[in-house]
């Protein structure tokens, strides 16, 4: 099992390294992930100083990172292998269905993993160098292990989500928008309403919000938090992987 696993691994990354032959698909497959790198690494430390390493925006990298490297990665997973004609192919192989599908959902979140860690090294560069004292700034153990904790269960919830919905759509690009809709909708019914505050909703709506924000979410414990946030993802997670084990069937797959 592990053996076709990694061959289904091996086979992913191969199509994926053959996928910017190109001048221009190579560029572009530089330049955004180092852009929203920069954005992401950089200017964090640089805003909150040596308080960066100790911070829970230290935490923010661990989550946005890893969803912007599976969504760029995950669709190709079904909906890519659809367009290019070659799923037939895949289903016909010895390959176990569950192989298949441990396969193209491991080398998303290892990527995510990578990168995530990379940008973690990228931050502490940038505070060591900006903010130094004569000592190394690192994260402690404690938030070392929640950065690589959380960002494995976010890669891994998105990774899960991109084959469900990759098992239903027609081509990459479809599967690309459902996964941002689907990812990004709970985040966007967050902000909106936190940014109509003070500017569409009356003013004793605002007062209660800040009230709100000064005495529960200030005062919150963060290891608190933390264990009910990675108690949650570890719940959804499991759902989400037995429900890819569910539909995903050969004999379906194959009269789609």
């Known amino acids: 099992m592990i053996a076709d696993i990694l061959t289904v691994m091996w086979k992913e990354r191969k199509e994926r390294s053959g996928q910017y032959e190109s001048l221009r698909d190579k560029v572009s497959n530089l330049v ?12 964090p430390p640089l805003a909150l100083g040596p308080g960066y390493v100790e911070s829970p925006f230290s935490l923010l990298s661990s989550i946005v990172v890893p969803l912007m490297v599976v969504i760029m990665i995950i669709a190709e997973s079904l909906a890519g292998e659809r ?38 090294l990228v931050s502490l560069a940038m505070s060591n160098v900006v903010h130094w004292n004569g000592k190394i700034i690192f994260y402690t153990p404690v938030m070392t292990l929640v950065n690589l904790a959380l960002s494995f269960l976010v890669a891994m919830l998105a990774s899960c989500l991109g084959v469900l919905i990759s098992l ?66 570890i719940v959804i997670d499991l759902g989400l992987l037995m429900a890819a084990m569910a539909r995903f069937r050969r004999a379906r797959l194959i009269l789609d």
């Open 32 to 43: 955004f992930p180092a852009i929203g790198l920069g954005v992401m690494a950089i200017s």
């Open 83 to 120: 367009e290019r004609r070659t799923l037939a192919t895949l289903l016909a192989s010895r390959l176990p269905d569950r192989a298949i599908l441990f396969g193209k959902i491991a080398v998303p979140v290892l990527e995510a993993l990578r990168i995530t860690i990379i940008s973690h």
């Open 168 to 233: 239903r759509a027609a081509t990459v690009q479809q599967a690309t928008r459902n996964l941002m809709v689907a990812l990004l909708s709970p985040i966007m019914l967050v902000l909106i309403p936190i940014s109509m505050i003070g500017t569409v909703l009356p003013d004793s709506w605002k007062a209660a919000f800040e009230t709100f924000f000064k005495e529960v979410v200030m005062t919150a414990d963060f290891t608190q938090v933390i264990i009910v946030v990675v108690v949650a993802l």
